[in-house]
């Protein structure tokens, strides 16, 4: 078992900036893909960003590619997402995730709480 759980989340004006951190605890941290997915209130969840287990690739949907950049420290088990340029149409609670990767939630086993990220106009 993988534990995730989500920080950094806030009340932010348009245009601004958050970080997100995400902690790992259990399993070797290292071994899994990580992934930021977001759900705004009415709507599916969505994927927003991946990182392989190395770091070494990075992949994000087109809504936020240029503005979030998705960042791992196995050292440190945590996975991070840095947004900026931030838009209201981003407001959704933040869900980190882990497992074997890539764009849909089926590729991921484990799940955090989630955080509320607010934009405000």
């Known amino acids: 078992q993988v534990q995730l759980v989500e920080s950094g989340g806030g009340l932010v004006q348009a245009g601004g900036s958050l970080s997100l951190s995400c902690a790992a605890s259990g399993r070797t941290f290292s071994n899994y893909a990580m992934g930021w997915f977001r759900q705004a209130p009415g709507k599916e969840r969505e994927f927003v960003a991946g990182?392989?287990?190395?770091?070494?690739?990075?992949y994000y949907s087109d809504t936020v590619k240029g503005r979030f950049t998705i960042s791992r420290d196995n050292a440190k088990n945590t996975v991070f997402l840095q947004m900026n340029s931030l838009k209201p149409e981003d407001t959704a609670v933040y869900y980190c995730?882990?497992?074997?990767?890539?764009?849909?939630?089926?590729?991921?086993?484990?799940w955090g709480q989630g955080t509320q990220v607010t934009v405000s106009r």
């Open positions: 990182i392989t287990w190395t770091g070494e690739f990075t």
């Open positions: 995730a882990g497992g074997r990767g890539r764009y849909s939630g089926d590729g991921y086993t484990y």
